[in-house]
């Protein structure tokens, strides 16, 4: 059973009008909470991870990188549709495989060169590269080492093996020590036959000291993964459950329609007939849509959590395009009133771009909140690492409605059927999602965001994302109220 919560309250009349984030402001309230690390963040949507962030099923944001880091820092990734089953099913077995509170290494061979070596190094927020033999680590390469030696040469010549060691066992705190007293960034972890595990830095300890992983029954990382509605539904969805998904996304722009309704259904079957030789449930989650009647039509075919959003992503043209959407705010908050009906729960999608978006999102009654585009733009994302022109680092994105993602979706239809898709696009092709020189990692986002989200509930005097929506009062404001509250980087 999720825990009901009350409707929101506004600091005045409940407005007549549909309001996005920047409409919206949240009233600070008496408060006992001492610290924000007082907050528990566990989400309330029946998954119950640690944090309530959800890396979208985007084909240039989630993959085996993104799934692991989001799920050790307590979120959950999902896998895009478009992927086949059998990669989606062995990504899932080396996330499950990972080690839940040490990073997994990026790992070179002595004779990779460094051309091989830096583009690997790129795809890993922590900058290293350890050297390996027989599985055991010999030494590490960085960056800074291959400045001065040209791209063909090998790591042998360049590693470093003054390494920091320790057992796989040892905690974060330990990890953290042993580095202040090498005076060292990096530690390697090794099982009892001094085979590499993992790695660690110390803002790494630091996080496992803040973030608890969000775990499935067997102590393993989460990941969720996407089907669509078209196909067969019900073969798709086995697929995904053997092949590990620990939460099946029935996902199309257009939710509210038929072929939602009886792919629901299929799914369901599916996933009970899974449950039933298995003996593991999985929660279905169903969307998109931005109604009340969207949401009850969605929970009545059998889906456990609705996702709702229609254009509000960075990539998403619809709105222009259609005409058809509404402001995520409302959306999110009649969808969340609609869905506690039946004790079930939303998950916002779309539309984030600053950490208040987040709190907004949560007080709103979203049980978590999905990101897709302001997670493209990190070094754990799928895409490769490029620059542009002015030194720039980024990494292309595009919407999953687009031309880019529909010929990938119809790749086995004919070449007349192919080019018929392509011609209703609803998203953007390819966007430049740059990577922010403070915030390049996703878990840097996280910092940020679970941060906001802390403060948050504190003012509003909140210990859990119960309390928060219960508590929250919202407020509306004009555009000049948004513009005032930015921060002023240089003096007026």
């Not at 091989?116 to 599985?135: F, M, P, S």
């Not at 001065?148 to 390494?163: P, W």
């Not at 109604?291 to 009545?300: H, I, M, N, S, Y």
């Amino acid at each position: 059973m999720l825990e009901h919560t009350c409707l929101v309250r506004f600091l005045n009349d409940r407005p007549s009008k549909d309001l996005t984030y920047s409409d919206v402001f949240l009233a600070p309230r008496r408060s006992s909470i001492a610290s924000r690390l007082d907050v528990d963040l566990t989400s309330t949507d029946g998954l119950a991870t640690p944090l309530p962030i959800v890396a979208a099923n985007m084909t240039a944001v989630s993959g085996r990188r993104m799934a692991e880091t989001m799920a050790r820092r307590g979120g959950i990734a999902i896998y895009p549709q478009d992927i086949p089953s059998q990669v989606v099913a062995a990504s899932i077995a080396t996330v499950k495989s990972a080690h839940p509170i040490f990073d997994t290494a990026i790992t070179v061979s002595l004779d990779m060169t460094m051309g091989e070596t830096l583009a690997l190094i790129a795809k890993r927020a922590h900058g290293v590269a350890v050297v390996i033999e027989d599985g055991k680590p010999l030494g590490i390469v960085t960056p800074q080492a291959a400045l001065e030696v040209d791209r063909f040469t090998q790591a042998r010549d360049v590693m470093t093996s003054d390494l920091t060691i320790v057992p796989d066992t040892t905690s974060p705190k330990d990890v953290f020590d042993a580095l202040a007293a090498s005076h060292q960034k990096f530690a390697i972890a090794v099982d009892s036959d001094g085979r590499l595990v993992g790695i660690m830095t110390a803002k790494g300890a630091l996080r496992s000291a803040i973030y608890s992983p969000a775990l499935d029954p067997n102590g393993r990382l989460r990941a969720g993964v996407a089907i669509g509605i078209n196909g067969d539904v019900a073969a798709k969805a086995r697929a995904a459950l053997t092949g590990g998904a620990d939460v099946l996304v029935v996902d199309t722009a257009h939710g509210h329609q038929e072929r939602m309704l009886a792919a629901l259904a299929l799914a369901r079957q599916a996933r009970d007939d899974f449950a039933a030789a298995a003996g593991r449930h999985v929660l279905i989650v169903a969307g998109n849509v931005v109604t009340a009647e969207g949401t009850r039509d969605l929970l009545e075919a059998g889906a456990d959590i609705i996702k709702v959003g229609v254009g509000p992503g960075a990539m998403c043209t619809t709105r222009m395009q259609t005409g058809v959407g509404r402001p995520q705010f409302s959306a999110v908050l009649e969808c969340a009133e609609a869905a506690r009906e039946h004790d079930k729960a939303v998950w916002a999608d779309g539309g984030v771009r600053h950490p208040r978006d987040v709190a907004l999102a949560l007080a709103a009654g979203a049980g978590s909140v999905m990101i897709g585009s302001w997670f493209a733009g990190t070094h754990e994302s799928t895409g490769d690492q490029l620059i542009d022109h002015d030194g720039r680092a980024y990494k292309e994105s595009f919407g999953m409605a687009s031309a880019r993602a529909v010929r990938s979706r119809t790749k086995d239809q004919s070449a007349f059927d192919r080019a018929r898709a392509a011609l209703f696009e609803e998203g953007i092709s390819t966007s430049r999602m740059y990577l922010d020189p403070q915030r390049p990692g996703v878990e840097d986002l996280l910092d940020w965001i679970t941060s906001g989200v802390r403060s948050s509930a504190t003012y509003a005097g909140a210990r859990t994302l119960v309390e928060f929506a219960e508590r929250a009062v919202i407020g509306v404001q004009s555009g000049s109220g948004f513009e005032e509250g930015r921060p002023v980087a240089t003096s007026w």
